[in-house]
């Protein structure tokens, strides 16, 4: 079976802070993708990043970056410096086989406050 | 610009009624997607649709069905079969091509049932 799981339900920082949002997965696939989706609050998903299980290179983007470990699947997302206008609903995600279809965990909700 | 619209932002069902959501995207994507979120919960696969013509049942499809007649369309119908319809609904679509193109989303319906 294939799952996502976000444990961290809510987190809240000030900000300027660092934060780690958490990501397991469970899958039995060799070949699968992982993304980041955030959610702000006028709802529509924007994706953030794709990593496919070959490569484990972390990746920064900004604020913004990735720690990708195949021995723990995890897929960890941090963001350095948090502002205001990172609070937002962060979804994981698992993707596998040919149909394109997404695997979410169930989200976990960022709030900065100032 | 290209990109998903969905109408309408907000729809209010009396019980027995059959709704439809309405999907379009001008992106040129082969496949398409419906999802439902409820609150505190990840995204779950009702639909998709990977070309004109064919869908699949996803996860949760009871109580919903669609139809894909035209590439850039993909109407939700959610029926009175459903017993529990009130919830936020998401399109996305991708690129077929690669199965693990990340999926780009519309800005959502949320649905109530009064």
């Known amino acids: 079976a294939q799952k996502v799981t976000q444990a961290q339900t809510e987190i809240s920082v000030v900000e300027k802070e660092d934060v780690t949002l958490d990501c397991v997965y469970e899958?039995?696939?060799?070949?699968?993708?992982l993304f980041w989706y955030k959610q702000p609050p006028s709802g529509e998903l924007v994706f953030l990043i794709r990593?496919?299980?070959?490569?484990?290179q972390n990746e920064i983007s900004g604020r913004y970056s990735w720690n990708f470990q195949k021995s723990t699947s995890s897929f960890n997302f941090t963001i350095t410096a948090s502002q205001v206008v990172d609070s937002a609903v962060y979804f994981c995600?698992?993707?596998?086989?040919?149909?394109?279809?997404?695997?979410f965990g169930q989200g976990t909700t960022l709030q900065v406050k100032p | 610009d290209g990109g998903i619209t969905q109408s309408p932002k907000y729809l209010f069902r009396k019980e027995g009624q059959n709704v439809t959501l309405s999907c379009e995207q001008n992106?040129?994507?082969?496949?398409m997607y419906w999802y439902r979120q409820d609150p505190g919960q990840g995204l779950r696969l009702i639909y998709y649709?990977?070309?004109?013509?064919?869908?699949q049942k996803g996860d949760i499809a009871e109580g919903y069905s669609v139809s894909r007649e035209k590439k850039e369309s993909f109407p939700l119908t959610v029926t009175s079969a459903q017993k529990n319809p009130t919830a936020f609904y998401l399109c996305?679509?991708?690129?077929?091509?690669?199965?693990?193109?990340?999926?780009?989303f519309g800005p959502g319906t949320r649905l109530t049932v009064l």
């Open positions: 899958t039995r696939d060799t070949t699968y993708y």
């Open positions: 995600a698992l993707c596998s086989g040919n149909t394109g279809k997404l695997i």
């Open positions: 990593r496919n299980s070959f490569d484990e």
């Open positions: 992106l040129n994507h082969d496949a």
């Open positions: 649709s990977q070309i004109v013509n064919d869908f």
């Open positions: 996305a679509s991708r690129e077929a091509v690669h199965p693990y193109n990340e999926q780009f």
